[in-house]
């Protein structure tokens, strides 16, 4: 490892860093300047019968009547030192609440990105090898279709389907093998058109090498070509897009579990939001930044490995990532 | 030819004895007005149920969830309380087999059933009932454990007097205190998973309870699965059944979609929906599912009248107000028959309840009479002015009842043809609670929707002394209600009270104070035609703990 490679990796730590802070930070002011907070909404419940008096008392023992920064200083030390806090909505430890729903989102995002994958390696191989009159341009649009239908409809649709109609998996058991795959796919479909852009667009462009022409010449029929000589180096913007997609992967299972009925991050985020539970909001926040902030550090890392053209060059590297970003499309990135 | 003939008399007698025996029954049976098969069924043991719920609450400590409308069932279940509230308020031994109270009720002795244990196998013991009293009186505020709001502010201490008896002391008469162990606050929790600290107490399966059923596997904001426990032998005399439970678990499953949540149990996946649409349950009823409607014991559904708010500040337009709603037009439009009209502004089933209907009449006439009387004339757009300013009324829909837009925006309808200019508001839960109190000052009327369990505590609310919530914003200006209020919170008899809440409710009801809407109907219940046996109590949660699953 070179010094220029530490410095870099150093600088990209450093970043990261900020990164995650400044997250937190913003998610704690956004959420205090809103009125109200999780326990006096559950302490003006009429049923609780509390009068003005108690529920002062009872903030003030929490803490909660104290400036702004005073409990910004409180929760970001706590942070630093590795303590996510007690969620103020239920009690529980954030780390707790976290670890009880984010298997259940991993498991949903994986099997997102692979339905994504398969969908897109598909499509891609239809656009080169099935034949014009078979609806070749057809597929070439399939991207932009797939891209414009929101996971939530597909998801609906998906239900109502195969869930209603077709009876193969019940709706209030949305942890089952069925329900899973549903909810995979309609989480998969919108991420495989980006996948599926960039894969077509460079299996174009590799089609036309010399390689590729001088391995039809000898004969190579159209599966072999594709899998041993245009996939890989098709492929290697993709892992790019993976990395920058990890967050609308985040972002789309939230949707996606609500639709279902899945309990994960999503669900955990959309019942902390609904009652301004900040210790929970700040902790998935500052989680989705380092989550995405890795995973596109993991990938600036690889992509040496994969491809020997690319070169770590004094603190500049990766050129083919900012050739390709025409192809890559428009970046959404959604927070979690 | 003889043999043949007796032969034939014989079976035409047997016959005749077989048709009028089938005569009989069936006359019996339409009589009685059973159907066969349910007059064979007996609890059978066995059976597992699906209980859909819109939502499972926030955090599981027992003194913040207790009363939550979701997490109550489960406490329910899990937990078991002193003495038990029926659904007509009638308080009756539970844990507490007996009980004595001095003449001006400060001081209380419970007597505890023997041989009651805890799911974590502490002894239910007088020790246990003391630090249950002492921590929903106090709560711990600086951990986040709040007391039980309703819990009698007048409590002093609890001392252990031996293995079973314990003796409570207030400060002053509080003939509210038998009625409330049986309110849903009051649940009994094992003294060790009292002692956790509130992160811990957090967690559903770190609590112990004496009930029928232990909490198997929770997941928040997914489900909670309880299983029966095999020793339980302590159940409320009331409900007719003490020993162990029938169904063998109830899970409680998270489906906040209501259509979904019904449409489950017509397919059979479920059991039970909680919280159906109003509008669904006639066509529901005569598809053959079981619908439960009970009503809790607490105030009705209707308005605290801020008196400081002109023109509300006149007794005339109040009881305008008060006179120009048509309540059942309420009744048939919105809900359905299973909701009641209003007879006071406690529900009719509160003990100590009395029928007011009278002062609650629909009467246009007098109602735009009233408004004459008091000044204001109608314009030409139908609006009334008085010195030049219109006849302005603003809602605020509460959001924890999903109906009460629905009204409001009926009401606004009702009250435009007399002549008042209706403005609804509706704010979410949080930007409610910021903005609308009692008493507020741009709030004319709060609308209420409360339980209580001892009609005793209600005078102490709609006033301001002890701390009051002063509902009407009178604060010490109408002599005669708080002579009332003085009056009831000294009462030490049931006999001396009861007169005395008549007088609260008409006072109230006439000086258009309080404006009823309907009576309140918290917790619908669509439930599968096999599943019989549920008990409601007096805050309207079903208990399977009776229930069972018939063939």
């Known amino acids: 490892m070179s010094n220029a490679y530490l410095t870099y990796a150093a600088k990209r730590l450093g970043q990261a860093v900020v990164v995650i802070l400044l997250a937190y930070v913003f998610t704690f002011v956004v959420v205090s300047i809103l009125p109200g907070d999780p326990i006096t909404s559950v302490l003006r419940n009429p049923q609780n019968g509390f009068r003005e008096e108690e529920i002062a008392e ?53 099997a997102g990105l692979a339905v994504a994958l398969v969908l897109a390696m598909l499509v891609a191989y239809g656009t080169r090898f099935v034949p014009k009159r078979y609806g070749q341009g057809l597929l070439r649009g399939f991207p932009s279709l797939f891209l414009s239908v929101p996971n939530f409809v597909i998801g609906l649709v998906l239900i109502h389907l195969f869930g209603f109609q077709l009876g193969l998996f019940r709706v209030i058991n949305p942890d089952s093998f069925w329900a899973t ?70 972002g789309g299972s939230l949707i996606t579990e609500t639709v279902f009925g899945r309990t994960g991050i999503g669900s955990l985020v959309q019942r902390s939001v609904s009652t301004q539970d900040l210790p929970v909001l700040q902790a998935i926040v500052s989680l989705g930044a380092v989550i995405f902030v890795l995973v596109n550090l993991v990938a600036d890392l690889l992509y040496p490995l994969l491809d020997p053209r690319v070169k770590i060059l004094g603190g500049r590297k990766r050129q083919p990532t900012t050739a390709d970003e025409t192809s890559i499309g428009p970046t959404r990135v959604v927070m979690p | 030819m003889t043999e043949q003939s007796s032969l034939l008399n014989l079976s035409r007698r047997r016959l005749l004895i077989t048709t009028s025996a089938t005569v009989a029954a069936a006359l019996l049976v339409s009589t009685t007005g059973f159907t066969p098969a349910q007059a064979a069924e007996t609890p059978k043991d066995g059976g597992d ?112 007097i031996d293995q079973s008896t314990v003796k409570v002391f207030f400060k002053k008469p509080t003939l509210g205190f038998i009625p409330t162990l049986g309110y849903h606050g009051s649940i009994l929790v094992s003294p060790k998973s009292l002692a956790q600290p509130a992160s811990q107490q957090a967690d559903l399966s770190k609590t112990a309870g004496s009930g029928p059923y232990v909490v ?58 909680y919280n159906a649409s109003p509008q669904e349950l006639k066509s529901l009823k005569e598809e053959g599912y079981t619908i439960a409607t009970p009503r809790y014991l607490g ?41 009641k009209l209003p007879t006071s502004f406690i529900q009719s089933n509160v003990p100590g309840a009395t029928d007011q209907s009278g002062l609650l009449a629909y009467n ?97 609310i709609l006033t301001n002394a002890n701390n009051g919530e002063n509902w009407f914003a009178l604060d010490d200006r109408d002599a005669r209600l708080n002579d009332l209020r003085d009056k009831i919170a000294g009462a030490g008899t049931f006999d001396e009270r009861n007169p005395l809440l008549n007088d609260l409710q008409q006072y109230v009801l006439d000086q258009g104070y309080f404006i009823p809407r309907t009576q309140i109907v918290q917790r619908i219940y669509v439930q599968s035609p096999t599943l019989k046996g549920e008990v409601y109590n007096g805050v309207a949660y079903a208990s399977y703990y009776t229930a069972f699953i018939a063939d």
């Open chain 2, 216 to 273: 198997e596997s929770w997941k928040e904001g997914d489900h909670v699965t309880l299983v029966k426990r095999k020793d339980y032998n302590w159940g409320p005399a009331a409900v007719g059944h003490t020993g162990p439970a029938f169904l063998d678990s109830i899970t409680y499953k998270l489906v906040s979609e209501p259509s979904l949540r019904v449409a489950s149990v017509q397919s059979g996946q479920a059991d039970v929906a």
């Open chain 1, 181 to 250: 795959l549903f909810a995979a796919i309609a989480l998969g479909i919108p991420i495989s058109a980006q996948i599926a852009e960039v894969l077509i667009a460079n299996l174009d462009k590799e089609a036309e090498q010399e390689y590729a022409t001088v391995a039809r010449s000898r004969g190579l029929g159209q599966a072999r070509l594709f899998v041993s000589h245009l996939l890989k180096p098709a492929s290697l913007p993709v892992v790019t897009v993976i990395a920058l997609m990890i967050g609308e992967l985040l």
């Open chain 1, 58 to 110: 009872i903030i003030a023992a929490q803490g909660l009547d104290k400036p702004i920064i005073v409990q910004l200083w409180h929760s970001l030390s706590g942070f630093l030192t590795g303590d996510l806090g007690i969620s103020m909505r239920s009690n529980r430890p954030v780390s707790t609440l976290i670890a009880e729903v984010l298997p259940s989102t991993l498991i949903l995002a994986s």
């Open chain 2, 364 to 460: 246009p006439d007098r109602a735009e009479k009233l408004l004459d009387e008091a000044g204001w004339a109608k314009g030409a757009d139908g609006v009334r002015t008085k010195d030049g300013k219109p006849l302005t009324l603003t809602l605020h829909s509460n959001p924890y009842l999903a109906t009460s837009k629905s009204v409001d925006e009926l009401i606004a309808q009702q009250l435009g043809k007399l002549g008042w200019k209706v403005a609804i508001r509706a704010y979410d839960v949080v930007t409610y609670g910021e903005k609308v109190k009692y008493g507020g000052p741009a709030i004319p009327t709060y609308e209420v929707t409360r339980s209580f369990i001892d009609a005793g505590t209600v005078a102490g």
């Open chain 2, 49 to 160: 149920i699906t209980f859909l719920i819109d939502s499972l609450g926030d955090t599981w400590i027992p003194n913040n969830s207790a009363i939550s409308s979701f997490q109550g069932h489960i406490w329910g279940h899990v937990t078991d309380k002193l003495l038990y509230v029926d659904a007509e308020g009638k308080v009756s031994p539970w844990l507490a087999e007996r009980w004595e109270q001095n003449d001006n009720a400060t001081e209380f002795t419970l007597h505890l059933k023997n041989g009651v244990t805890f799911s974590d196998g502490a002894p239910l013991d007088s020790a246990a009932v003391v630090a249950n009293l002492d921590i929903w009186y106090a709560g711990r505020k600086n951990e986040g454990i709040n007391p039980i709001g309703l819990f009698p502010k007048t409590y002093d201490r609890a001392e252990v």
């Open chain 2, 299 to 339: 105030f009705v559904n209707g308005w605290a009248v801020n008196t400081k708010i002109a023109p509300y500040d006149d007794v005339k337009v109040r009881q305008a107000l008060q006179a120009g709603i048509n309540r059942q037009e309420i009744i048939d439009t919105v809900y359905t028959p299973d909701w």
